[in-house]
């Protein structure tokens, strides 16, 4: 079921985050989790703060990750990439090209020009 959000418009996903929770408060597991998923990704937590005049006020705090940076609605509608196998890809073919754990500035910059060079010549490539 919370995997289902990111496919909701970002717009709506915080009425959506509404449903579930009135729906399952009777399973106690199931209303953790569903807290934890809507003060972490979806509304954000309340901090309390105490007023000059002695008055406690809650102030909601944004998530941690909000809907815009791990919503797919938009992306699976266009057709784009819902992952980040780009991203792992790239890792891959640095770790490949670095070779060692924990490289000097000096291995990790040659490496990223020998990446660069790698992209640019592709790049050349497919132009041609």
Not at 7 to 16: D, E, M, S, T
Not at 67 to 73: F, I, L, R
Request: glycine residues 4%.
């Amino acid at each position: 079921m919370i995997p289902a959000f990111a496919f909701l418009p970002a717009n709506i996903v915080k009425k959506g985050m509404s449903l579930p929770s009135n729906y399952f408060k009777s399973l106690k597991e199931l209303d953790d989790i569903l807290v934890y998923f809507d003060s972490i990704y979806v509304n954000g937590t309340y901090k309390s703060k105490t007023t000059e005049y002695g008055t406690i006020r809650f102030l909601r705090h944004p998530p941690i990750f909000s809907p815009h940076m791990w919503n797919v609605y938009n992306a699976t509608k266009e057709s784009y990439g819902r992952t980040n196998n780009v991203s792992e890809g790239f890792n891959s073919k640095l770790k490949n090209i670095v070779r060692i754990k924990q490289p000097n500035l000096y291995i990790f910059i040659e490496s990223i020009q020998m990446c660069n060079a790698s992209a640019m010549t592709a790049l050349v490539q497919k132009q041609n």
